[in-house]
């Protein structure tokens, strides 16, 4: 199955959280390189994150590539060829997780908020040039594209001036689709305060961007977001919010989280266009069951 025809049946079902589920093994992901540490140093078991999701009925994968940058590596002491390297090895292992199924691996593409590790990526303006921002995420997509993924997850866009950069790049990419999801302030904005509307307009001439959504986000923003989006345009929908707590570089995700339930799914689903629904941080294989079973009622 290829991501065009994954999107005639929709809804389908994304994965959940990586990092969420390697925290559950055991893993302390307090510094820089968050997940991509792990990927890089023992892939195995990301490989075990990947197969948990797949047992509970995910029909795509998203790799553990969003961490992983030639900055944020270099940053630690680790070269350029060591990141080109774990973002093959990305795929490599979302590829073995799936084996032979019709399960699709999604290449992580997340924002250049996140390897400042201060929580950028819930609030975008980074203070950097356009030609940085675009050079940045061009090596990235470049080597991600190399190792020939099923799709692009382009996630976790605070800001519609960093997916204005991403649109540029992914048209060097005409035939790898993609779908393009940010983070939201509320039911109306997206975490640097734009119209989430707006998304629309900015991807509509971009021919790899397939859908566009929320990731990372309360659910209970869900449903605004993607009515919003829905009334403004979008022909398909994503979305795989967090569980709702707050993040913070100090003390990582805090506060009292919630879930996705079957009520929520409904209500989603309810909205024109939704293709893609699954979980970010906080979520775990057993919600992801849970979503499969409310999308196959």
Known sequence: MDFAALLE???????????????????LLNDTLWSARILADDPDEVLAVHE?????????VVTASYQVSRAGFAATGRSAQEADEALRTSIGVARRAVRDSEVLVAA????????????????????????????????????????????FA????????????????LSEYPDMP???????????L???????????????????????????????HVEGILTRLSEAGADALVAYPNAGQAWSPETGWSGTGSTVDGDLVSRWRA??????????????PADIAGIARSLSR
């Open 271 to 284: 909205v024109p266009g939704l293709a893609l629904v699954g979980g970010c941080c906080g979520i775990g």
């Open 52 to 60: 948990s999701y797949v047992r509970a009925g995910a029909s795509v």
């Open 108 to 151: 992580s593409v997340g924002p250049y908020g996140a390897i400042l590790h201060d929580g950028s990526e819930y609030r975008g303006r980074y203070g950097i040039s356009r030609d940085r921002l675009v050079d940045f995420h061009a090596e990235r997509v470049a080597v991600l594209a190399d190792a020939q993924p099923d799709v």
């Open 154 to 169: 382009v996630e976790t866009i605070p800001d519609l001036d960093e997916v204005e950069v991403l649109v540029e790049v």
């Open 9 to 27: 049946d929709a809804p389908s079902v994304i994965d959940g959280g990586l990092a969420t589920q390697l925290e559950a093994r055991g893993h």
């Open 178 to 188: 993609a779908w393009l999801t940010m983070t939201c302030s509320d039911s109306d």
């Open 190 to 220: 997206t975490s640097a305060g734009q119209p989430i509307a707006d998304l629309v307009d900015l991807v509509r001439g971009a021919p790899s961007i397939k859908a566009v959504g929320v990731n990372c986000t309360p659910p209970e």
